[in-house]
């Protein structure tokens, strides 16, 4: 007489799923699960035993879930193995069971407008660059150092540490993963270990996970999914979003589908992305993403990236600008310095973009309005901010009167001079500047 399939346990969401019947001492694996047009659902079935007459692997196949005659058929092929178990009650229990969980798709939650503060405090992963649970996107032209940069950003999360202005949500710690459309492992793990020795960091070994890829996200997903759930992923990095896609970026059905995917992963990530074209880095001359606009409008938050580099210099210099911004407010420039002076590490360390002619003009015309009153005490007249900036007077008097709040104010005229603009007071520190700012005009 055949064994009674009896209490069962099920875990498992998203399209993977896990069964054990512990009087049985067997075991199913649920996963690549798909719905076709008809109302048919179809998953991969993969049955192992613990028992002493047929230990091991059972049976691996594709099984219509919906189908009784598909379910009958796995059923015999499992009793030709192990006659001693009734697979037909097993088999309805796993069928029933992942029918109910996924037609029943996300649960209903109700907006109740009491967010608890501990979400508000777990709003970013990694700020102020990566939102929690969302996809942030940073795009620029080949050879930038984004590739570095999102290896860094890996080391961090996976560190736990802050480091160069970003905060670091510790909860990351062994729960970052790479996807590589693009280099190798051994590429990705060199780039690691330099940047974990220029940060100190080399008595404890890494826990990034690493994969790389050669289909497009939305085709593996299933695989990734599995990857994420086993190992408590936290953090997905992307390397590069057009080979993610693996289709036409124009496109927006190719785009949709592959941000659904990732959406599917319901953990946080970063996407590493390519302009329309290969931009002379110049003010005025917009760095595009590449493809289909619904790139832009899919990632939560996106950040353009540009580098200064002299010819045979081991320092290079990035410029990370926001563009967008979901849920929160846009950022100011942040800036690193990459050091490879030393073949053993690379060392960063954060930059002021002001600083830096070749990143400093892809700031906002304000921001570089204040970038240099900021460096002339007795204030500056349009016409001077113009040569300085190499802009039309009238570009300069937009930019100063669209300006928020007391940014900027005029400064009182000697003997009917033109006016000069300083900074507006937002802070105690500032109002001391301002004061001794007055007293040298007045001087």
Same mark, same amino acid.
């Given at each position: 007489?055949?064994?009674?399939?009896?209490?069962?346990?099920?875990?498992?969401?998203?399209?993977?799923?896990?069964?054990?019947?512990?009087?049985?001492?067997?075991?199913?694996?649920?996963?690549?699960?798909?719905?076709?047009?008809?109302?048919?659902?179809?998953?991969?079935?993969?049955?192992?035993?613990?028992?002493?007459?047929?230990?091991?692997?059972?049976?691996?196949?594709?099984?219509?879930?919906?189908?009784?005659?598909?379910?009958?058929?796995?059923?015999?092929?499992?009793?030709?193995?192990?006659?001693?178990?009734?697979?037909?009650?097993?088999?309805?229990?796993?069928?029933?069971?992942?029918?109910?969980?996924?037609?029943?798709?996300?649960?209903?939650?109700?907006?109740?407008?009491?967010?608890?503060?501990?979400?508000?405090?777990?709003?970013?992963?990694?700020?102020?660059?990566?939102?929690?649970?969302?996809?942030?996107?940073?795009?620029?032209?080949?050879?930038?150092?984004?590739?570095?940069?999102?290896?860094?950003?890996?080391?961090?999360?996976?560190?736990?540490?802050?480091?160069?202005?970003?905060?670091?949500?510790?909860?990351?710690?062994?729960?970052?993963?790479?996807?590589?459309?693009?280099?190798?492992?051994?590429?990705?793990?060199?780039?690691?270990?330099?940047?974990?020795?220029?940060?100190?960091?080399?008595?404890?070994?890494?826990?990034?996970?690493?994969?790389?890829?050669?289909?497009?996200?939305?085709?593996?997903?299933?695989?990734?999914?599995?990857?994420?759930?086993?190992?408590?992923?936290?953090?997905? @990095?992307?390397? %590069? !979003?057009?080979? =993610?896609?693996? $289709?036409?970026?124009? *496109?927006?059905?190719?785009?949709?589908?592959?941000? /659904?995917?990732?959406?599917?992963?319901?953990?946080?990530?970063?996407?590493?992305?390519?302009?329309?074209?290969?931009?002379?880095?110049?003010?005025?001359?917009?760095?595009?993403?590449?493809?289909?606009?619904?790139?832009?409008?899919?990632?939560?938050?996106?950040?353009?990236?540009?580098?200064?580099?002299?010819?045979?210099?081991?320092?290079?210099?990035?410029?990370?600008?926001?563009?967008?911004?979901?849920?929160?407010?846009?950022?100011?420039?942040?800036?690193?310095?990459?050091?490879?002076?030393?073949?053993?590490?690379?060392?960063?360390?954060?930059?002021?973009?002001?600083?830096?002619?070749?990143?400093?003009?892809?700031?906002?015309?304000?921001?570089? @309005?204040?970038? %240099? !009153?900021?460096? =002339?005490?007795? $204030?500056?007249?349009? *016409?001077?901010?113009?040569?300085?900036?190499?802009? /039309?007077?009238?570009?300069?008097?937009?930019?100063?009167?669209?300006?928020?709040?007391?940014?900027?104010?005029?400064?009182?005229?000697?003997?009917?001079?033109?006016?000069?603009?300083?900074?507006?007071?937002?802070?105690?520190?500032?109002?001391?500047?301002?004061?001794?700012?007055?007293?040298?005009?007045?001087?």
């Amino acid at each position: 007489m055949n064994q009674e399939a009896g209490d069962f346990d099920f875990t498992g969401s998203n399209g993977i799923y896990q069964f054990s019947w512990p009087d049985l001492h067997v075991k199913a694996h649920v996963s690549y699960m798909k719905a076709s047009g008809d109302h048919e659902v179809k998953g991969e079935v993969t049955f192992t035993s613990e028992r002493p007459t047929s230990a091991g692997h059972l049976r691996n196949g594709r099984l219509n879930i919906t189908s009784p005659s598909s379910r009958k058929s796995f059923a015999k092929s499992l009793n030709d193995i192990e006659p001693e178990v009734n697979w037909d009650s097993c088999l309805e229990q796993l069928c029933m069971s992942v029918l109910k969980e996924w037609r029943s798709g996300s649960p209903l939650i109700q907006i109740d407008g009491q967010m608890p503060s501990e979400e508000q405090q777990s709003k970013y992963l990694i700020k102020p660059l990566i939102q929690a649970n969302n996809p942030t996107m940073i795009y620029g032209p080949g050879s930038t150092g984004k590739s570095w940069l999102a290896q860094y950003i890996a080391v961090l999360a996976d560190s736990g540490i802050d480091h160069g202005g970003m905060t670091v949500s510790p909860e990351t710690k062994g729960r970052v993963l790479v996807l590589d459309w693009e280099t190798s492992a051994h590429e990705i793990g060199s780039r690691v270990t330099h940047i974990r020795r220029g940060l100190g960091l080399e008595e404890e070994p890494s826990g990034i996970w690493y994969r790389s890829m050669s289909q497009g996200l939305a085709n593996d997903i299933e695989r990734v999914r599995e990857i994420c759930i086993q190992r408590d992923i936290a953090l997905v @990095i992307m390397d %590069s !979003i057009g080979m =993610a896609c693996m $289709g036409e970026p124009e *496109s927006a059905e190719v785009v949709l589908r592959m941000f /659904s995917a990732l959406r599917s992963l319901e953990v946080s990530s970063l996407l590493i992305d390519h302009t329309n074209k290969q931009n002379p880095q110049q003010e005025g001359q917009a760095n595009n993403l590449f493809g289909s606009v619904y790139k832009y409008n899919s990632a939560r938050l996106v950040w353009e990236m540009r580098k200064e580099q002299q010819e045979n210099d081991s320092l290079l210099y990035l410029g990370l600008y926001h563009k967008k911004a979901n849920n929160a407010m846009l950022e100011k420039p942040i800036g690193f310095k990459l050091d490879f002076s030393t073949e053993e590490s690379v060392v960063f360390k954060r930059q002021d973009v002001r600083e830096i002619a070749g990143l400093e003009v892809a700031m906002t015309l304000g921001d570089r @309005i204040e970038n %240099s !009153i900021k460096s =002339a005490p007795e $204030g500056l007249t349009v *016409s001077e901010l113009a040569d300085e900036l190499d802009k /039309s007077e009238s570009h300069i008097r937009k930019a100063l009167s669209q300006s928020r709040g007391n940014r900027f104010v005029k400064l009182p005229s000697k003997s009917g001079n033109e006016h000069k603009y300083g900074l507006g007071v937002r802070d105690f520190g500032q109002s001391q500047a301002r004061e001794e700012q007055l007293k040298k005009i007045f001087e």
